[in-house]
């Protein structure tokens, strides 16, 4: 191990000092004359990041469970409350206190054509240190699963998503009253009960596929590491795109006297029991499985024939669970701004794990600490931010974003008037610079990614990571990466603390990390240790250094800059592809509707069956109406025009070197956080009140994928053209209230 | 089984009657009087066609191993030509000797890190009759393999195709002195150890991977038709592309004084030994590998995570052969036409196997055979063809088309005067109507489609396979499927005897079959029976009927046809696509090698890659030159003007109903006949003179798979710009030629 970090540190330094050129560019949101201190406080900054403290912080704070309601991790949370205080932060831990079900009884049995009980245990592995621990382990199970005691025929649905059950309606397959077996993969975890219990199933079971997550993938731990054959995947199915934190108090902080919603009346848990197993356990059931052979794309890397059922695989799954209320911690450390204590600039990172966590928060955390402590190292010798910097260590992520959820829900007002940029962050390892936001910030991310040396390449890891994009690019794809000045960063869906800021309060946030060259299966298994992440994930801390250095620098930049470096040109863009988007959504449905039933008409699926398997010809379906996007492509324009406006006005105003009035300053970032609420509305998107932003949410169907002008392209999907006519209107109404604010902007330049 | 047979016997006959509408229709090649007789003779030789006649016949022909140089072999050749002499056909066996190495030894152990010896038996399947008759089986092996003992590290080559070691190189690893394993498909077989040896390899494994051919595609054998455990992959490794037919005699038939090379100049034998395994005896190997785990694409269905090697694996393989020299016996059958005896319409199918052959070759010899019983019995009321018919039941096709190969050879200058058209099948079951061929034939070919009823959809077998072929296609291709008239037929490569005939003759081509819903893993294996077939290949017969009646009407059409009814137009537009690729190719490879090097200029390789891993930079190539197509283009041009002019000259004369003397209707015949003669040239192609075909030949590297414009593509694809130049010109030439030809034609119609 020791070797490969030193080695890593070494080729770093060497970077530091190669990418040195970098320095004399000009810095988004600092006046020429400032940027060479401000860069020169980073390299101090960049020199105070040692591995050796992640090292230990993430062993210290991996050698137990820690997980919501555990003692460890209250333990942890007070120790990651001291340090923060030890490194001269203003810091206090926010308690809350949320649902958490834990299993009490979990059994899933196969009752024909033979039988076999599942384990739903994963073994303790020799070289894996904390996996004895057996004791503290929470189980497998995933969290806001209904109680149920049910019983049926087997059916496979692949992912679980819409789609496979238009495949399986084909072959004349229902779920009614059955329990189906879906893989992980293909949308979030919890979209599969959920669509599950809409098709009629009475119980979703949830498997690792080894195609997916296992020996197709790569040697398994602890050879390699990849998921082992009774490794599973623990995690939430609340239905977070309806509301994320805790399922009793949606839209109000889980403070001690908050209103609770009765469990009953809690809809983000799921009405049919959900439990998540190993490929070790899914082997039996599957290899049960009679009906007709699933689809090519649907079968997986078992050894076996995939079929779809139903049956005569029956199966017995119970599960029930202790609806506890228990206490979640977040640290909340600050330090005040010495300009603008008012405008905040919030990182995050949960603390809280499903069992050890060294991936998952942990290697995300300890470099967020490592920052923190070297920002804190500078403001120890005399730098003071501007505006004020709050770091936030939250709990309970994992059942549902609760820890930064309630604090969000509770500190709203607060918040709104002050939030400035939310910086995110969760699990980190080895690889590609990623990031994704909000697109005002796209230029600022694009240009911190040309300043930070990757420790493997020698070059920015800006250069990487479109070095790998190319390589993985289609020909169209290639050449925007080539011609267009920025990476494009990509939008925020859910999954991680960004939700609460971005979608429910319109705060501008990023997520950034590294990753790509961790590859392995111990997500959210009890192999998530740190004997696993040290051989796999990031030996030597090398890419958390890294991380460290991105971030760090992000902070800065945005806490010390005279203006908040925020852009309108890439968000326009953004914007305008979005509209093509949805609008070539539309057109593609119309033309596969009118295929479909040509089809139909044509008999083509009836001739072309086979006549010894069912297949039931799909229904016609309605034509796809012209829908009326004028409205959007009119905001568009009117938001391309006051955008070009206000570049014009930047560039021969405070690009020409004009003064810049700190009045003035505070009245653009003021504008630029107005700028991202405006973004909202305050009815929220159809059926979901509590997501607010109109360009980007978490896809009802999707869970952690994004859908961006959300209201506009989920009517579209789901073929609701009323609604689609009257989300464009509010999609448009955005844009053009945020033109508004562009031209505000452009005024004031000008004044 | 019998209620298959008789609904499908059934709803056969439905179809028949409701497909009467399509009798009104022109019929290709007869005068409009002379259709409806000619549609008349059909409907009796429909009648005469039985299911029950192939059933007896291939359970008697398969109830013994019956490979080249076996007892039944030759009693099968025998009864085969008893009842062509039964049905009225001048029938003769006859005798060629040919090199047919069979296996004294055969050995593979995996000798490190752990020891295995692979079975390389098929074990006998309860329910499987002929599967217990070991004694008489051929076993797992590669024919034309050289003998061999070899031992060394192990790497895994996926399909053991040139871009297969293109990756390789990429990681750095080399196969010289290696023992390569690699899975089948991808290429014909007889590619893997010829590319293998190319890379300096001392050995090549080839097994039959689950997830082409196994559990991965179905359930195995007995439950389903699929592949199990321990099932092999006999065939020929011969260098087909190189030259077809016995190894000894290229160029002139095998008969008893024929000089023969003496074997070490055979230069289609393999130079590495080479042996074919199951994929359990694949497993041990496989997971025995280490080194860089493989690319996603080249990962089977094994329950393992698939390494490249080389090593830790070693391996010992060692095959002996008795290098003997055996007969074969091919059956020819002739009905000597009564206007035109000099013109032969042959028809052709192998009754050799590699062991019981029910599906590969009887399902479709049974067939024919049935077809020719029904074409002697309307010879016997009355009728006699215009042209001779010569029905033919080859020997030796599995080691390499032989049978074919050797009477096209003995007897090619005949044939080059007197052969039509030479229409050739191989197995044959359920599913959709297939056909590929010489392009002058589409029209006819697609005519006859539309004549036959389906079975199964109440449909033409055209209608059907254009329903399947939408269902399939891409948008671009789903609108050509709905707007040109005929369906395209596909080019013949090779893998069948049609080869002889279309590539080293110039003889006009087809090939047909029924397929696509019988899936299955018996293909050269023990479990290629009786038992399987009619449960898995065609239950009933029913499509081997359908077959019939369609390679039926297509040899009495082309028997009784004023004119043989071939057609310019539909050959002009496919060349001008070939054109169009080989055009494309060039560009594509263009602008292919200008990104590879743009890569490798910026580094994009070297800065994206995982600095653990082994990764080669590829090296730059030199650039790919503007080629000068112009000869081509121009030769294509004065084609498409060619038969455009014969195409108003046919409108205008014999579609308008002028008479067609006798002498001008022979005159276009051998217009016909000399049209796709002049499609080849003398000196053939490069470094393969035995193919002279210029439009259509077997790839080098693929083997079965065609490369049209042979001559020009495979130059362009090796980057011999001076030989692709070179080639363009004989290619322009022969089209040239070819145009001229058609120019004959129109003054002949004009006169």
Redesign the interface.
């Known amino acids: 191990m020791d070797s490969i970090c030193h080695r890593g540190l070494t080729v770093l330094f060497m970077l530091s000092s190669a990418a040195g050129v970098v320095f004399s560019q000009p810095m988004a949101g600092f006046d020429t004359s400032r940027a060479p201190d401000e860069r020169s406080l980073e390299a101090k900054f960049d020199a105070a990041i040692k591995a050796e403290d992640m090292r230990s912080w993430m062993k210290d704070l991996s050698s137990h469970a820690h997980h919501v309601g555990s003692k460890y991790d209250e333990k942890n949370a007070a120790y990651i409350a001291s340090l923060f205080r030890s490194w001269g932060y203003d810091t206090r831990v926010e308690e809350f206190s949320v649902l958490f079900p834990t299993p009490k009884t979990r059994l899933l049995e196969l009752t024909a054509p033979v039988t076999y009980r599942a384990g739903l245990t994963e073994p303790p592995i020799p070289g894996d240190t904390t996996s004895g621990q057996t004791a503290e382990q929470l189980p497998l199970y995933n969290c806001y699963s209904c109680d149920g005691d049910v019983a049926g025929q087997l059916v496979y649905v692949n992912f679980g998503v819409p789609k496979d059950y238009e495949e399986l309606d084909r072959r004349g397959i229902d779920v009614k009253g059955k329990i189906v077996i879906a893989r992980y993969g293909g949308s979030w975890r919890g979209i599969k009960p959920k669509v599950a219990a809409e098709h009629g199933a009475s119980g979703c079971i949830i498997f690792s596929d080894?195609r997916d997550d296992g020996?197709?993938?790569?040697?398994?731990y602890p050879r390699?590491a990849?998921r082992s054959e009774f490794g599973g995947q623990r995690g939430s199915v609340a239905d977070m795109p309806l509301y994320a934190g805790d399922p009793l108090t949606p839209f109000v902080g889980a403070t001690k006297n908050a209103k609770r919603l009765p469990l009953k009346e809690a809809r983000t848990l799921t009405s049919i029991p959900v439990l998540p197993i190993s490929y070790g356990d899914a082997l039996p059931l599957l290899r049960a499985l009679g009906g007709p052979?699933a689809p090519a794309e649907w079968?997986g890397?078992?050894?076996?024939?995939y079929h779809l059922g139903p049956g005569p695989a029956t199966v017995h799954l119970k599960v029930e669970f202790s609806w506890d209320m228990v206490p979640i911690r977040d640290v909340i450390a600050t330090l005040k701004g010495s300009g603008q204590p008012d405008e905040w600039i919030i990182r995050g990172n949960h603390h809280d794990a499903w069992v050890y966590g060294a991936g998952d928060p942990l290697s995300g955390l300890v470099s967020m600490m490592e920052e923190a402590r070297g920002v804190g190292l500078l403001a120890g010798r005399g730098w003071h931010p501007k505006r004020t910097i709050v770091y936030c260590a939250w709990d309970g992520e994992e059942p549902g974003l609760l820890g930064s959820t309630e604090w969000v829900e509770t500190h709203a007002d607060e918040l709104s008037g002050k939030a400035a940029v939310y910086i995110n962050s969760d699990g980190n390892g080895r690889g590609?610079f990623s990031a994704g936001g909000s697109h005002t910030l796209e230029k600022f991310v694009n240009q911190v990614a040309r300043e930070v040396a990757d420790p493997?390449?020698h070059?920015s890891v800006s250069?990487?990571l479109k070095?790998?994009q190319?390589?993985r690019a289609t020909v169209p794809e290639?050449k925007v990466l080539r011609e267009r000045a920025d990476l494009r960063i990509g939008a925020l869906g859910s999954g991680s603390d960004f939700t609460p800021f971005l979608q429910h309060l319109g705060i501008a946030s990023l997520n950034i990390g590294y990753g790509g060259?961790n590859g392995g299966g111990s997500y959210h298994s009890v192999y998530d240790s740190f004997d696993h992440f040290t051989r796999f994930g990031d030996p030597g801390f090398v890419y958390g250094v890294t991380q460290a250095q991105t971030a760090g620098r992000i902070v800065l930049r945005l806490a010390d800059a005279e203006v908040v470096p925020f852009d309108f040109e890439d968000f326009t863009e953004t914007i305008a592809l979005y509209v093509q988007e949805v609008m070539k959504l539309a057109d593609d449905m119309r033309d596969e509707t009118d295929?479909l039933n040509r089809?139909i008409r044509?008999?083509?699926?009836?001739?072309?069956?086979?006549?010894?398997e069912t297949w039931i010809t799909p229904k016609a379906e309605n034509p796809v109406p012209y829908i009326d996007f004028s409205p959007l492509q009119n905001a568009l324009a009117l938001l391309k025009r006051s955008t070009s406006l206000y570049c014009d006005a930047w560039k021969t105003t405070v690009a020409a070197g004009g003064a810049l009035t700190a009045e003035k300053a505070r009245s653009l970032d003021r504008l630029f956080m107005d700028f991202e609420r405006s973004l909202t509305t305050k009815q929220g998107l159809p059926g979901r009140p509590w997501y607010v932003h109109q360009i980007y949410a978490p896809g009802r169907y999707t869970g952690y994928g994004v859908k961006t002008l959300p209201g506009v392209r989920e009517a579209i999907e789901t073929k609701n053209w009323k609604e689609a006519g009257e989300q464009i209107v509010i999609a448009a109404g955005t844009l053009e209230h945020a033109a508004g604010l562009i031209d505000g902007g452009t005024s004031l330049l000008k004044q």
Chains 1, 2 share one sequence.
């Open positions: 080894p020996y197709f993938e790569g040697d398994v390699g990849y052979v079968r890397a078992l050894p076996i024939t590609f493997e390449s070059v250069e990487r070095a790998v190319i390589l290639r060259e295929e089809k044509d008999k083509t699926f009836d001739v072309s069956a086979d006549p010894t």
